[in-house]
């Protein structure tokens, strides 16, 4: 059984290998001068820490760009040498399955030495409101001569006011450094705060809005206007901390080694009887959950809705990012109710209440030819299931066929229960490959798009999902079950490449060994194989798997074997040993596939194929 992303697998199918038998670091845009260094420091995080780049800007409009690495948990450092200040600082990446970009400033530096610039949604509104405007378009602009230390203190101090009752229930108070305080994304202080709130700006009009999202109220603050004075209460916030130490001792229970499934610390974080996650109740999900979740494991819950009902919280949706020690995170949909058992309430997680998993990431192959697309290889129907087909409908997806062959949306079928479906050909006549053939069968869950069909996705792009029951009538779509209602939401963080812009140099990984002749002959006879390749700059090793294909000596079926491992997310080469094909078989082919994916989730599929 996979538990959807709480397993990652590379799922390419038979026909893959048949047809292919033929055969972080500083990123300076500027110069520095002088011997002596300086740097800028801080945290870049939105709640959860973010996973991306960090770029500073000079007042001559000099850029130096820093990768944030994967276990800094969004700490940062830049060296600015020989720039100009003042400096506007841009975080892009992703932030719990999110893409965001955040800005910050500062007027100056310590000469020769080191000065903290968060890099935050509070940071992007002090910056914003100096500007009179979107801080991107500040950015943009170049002109900073308004980023006094006048104005930082004024706008900081005008946002502290703003937000005085929700930093006090944290722990802070009125003269807390928004900007340069040195914090932790772990849950407490300015993380806590920052946590429970979200902050959107229109471009449009400039006025953003920053909602709380312990007691869902918003109030707005017009960058164009020094007049704001609207008050953030701090309702709803003891219960937000509960759900934080919740997780603090989830984590605590790994810290050194991992606990058994009938802990009872660990059992007592969940609603056993409530319990779901992607079809899977809590007896099946557990077992995947401790064997994927290893020690050390970093657990970050960001609220993607307002506490419900707002005046006596006993449910919050959101997002549970997942860090094992060493590994790429992964996020996951996930809610928590609050239960009372023996007249004591605790907040107790619930999985992602959803009869499967469903989730998106954009992706780039260089198997056979250049594509880039969508990938739903985190789709995971469970075994079992009555779920025959989904239809997702979204941009990029509109002249799919639907199920029927005309409708909007794309068909997915699950072909076999307990893995993810198949993208299929419409219209939807059974769920066997025979009855509604897949699109592709090298990329079995891939959908290939062209530019202009990725062009009109937008950063956050949301996709709905509605699975159905065929109601064993597969040609009479009318009486088709929909099983999760209108459907669930997915979100894509960041469009897919266009096939112009993976054809630039350095965007994607590539193999600088083995050799095509040396894959073979370890296909062929077995042996130590060693990997070797390059990691472009920002982007997060994942997996590597060697794939075989045989058949028998004297008829009978195609049989594959795979020997896979986990990478650590900045690795450029592993070894592992592969066993000699099965006796009385022969080799048709041989692949090494290695993934890799970027601070915004876009995957990167890269091949050595016989």
Known sequence: MQLGKMNTVLMFGAALLLTACSGGGDSPSGTSTGAASTTISGTAAGGAPLIGTVTVKDSRGIERSRNINLAAAGAYSIDVTGLTPPFVLRADGAVGGTSVTYFSGTDNVVTNGNINVNVTPFTDLIIGNIAGQIAANYYSGGNFSTLTTQALTVAQQQLRDRLLPLLQAVGLNNTVDLLRASFSANGTGIDAALDLVKVTVNPNTNIATILNLANNQAITDDLASRIDVTVIDASGVTDFQQIVNGLKTLESLFATSAPGPNDAALLALFDANGFLFGGYDFNAFMPDFLSFTNVGTKFAFTLSEPLTPSNVPTNAKGKLTITPNNRIPTTVEWQLNKVTVNNVSSWRSVGDLRIASAYVQAHASNLQTLTSGLWFADFDIPVGSTIDYAVITGRGLGNKGGRDGVSPGLLLVNYRNGASPGVALPPYQGATEALTPVRNALRYNVLPLTDQEILPIVDNEIYT????????????????????????????????????????????????????????????????????????AGQLAGSIEFVRGTVPSVGGSVAFDYVGIDLNPTAVTTSFTVSAPGAGRTVMSTGLNLETQDAQGRAFQVWVTQ
């Open 465 to 536: 999902v509605v699975f159905y029951d065929d109601n064993n009538t597969p040609s009479n779509f009318a009486d088709d079950i929909p099983l999760n209602g209108a459907g669930y939401q997915i979100t894509l963080p960041r469009r897919p490449y266009l096939l112009t812009e993976l054809q630039l140099p350095g965007v994607f990984p590539a193999f600088t060994s083995p050799s095509v002749a040396n894959l073979t002959a370890i296909g062929l006879a077995g042996g130590n194989l060693t990997a070797t390749w390059t990691l472009p």
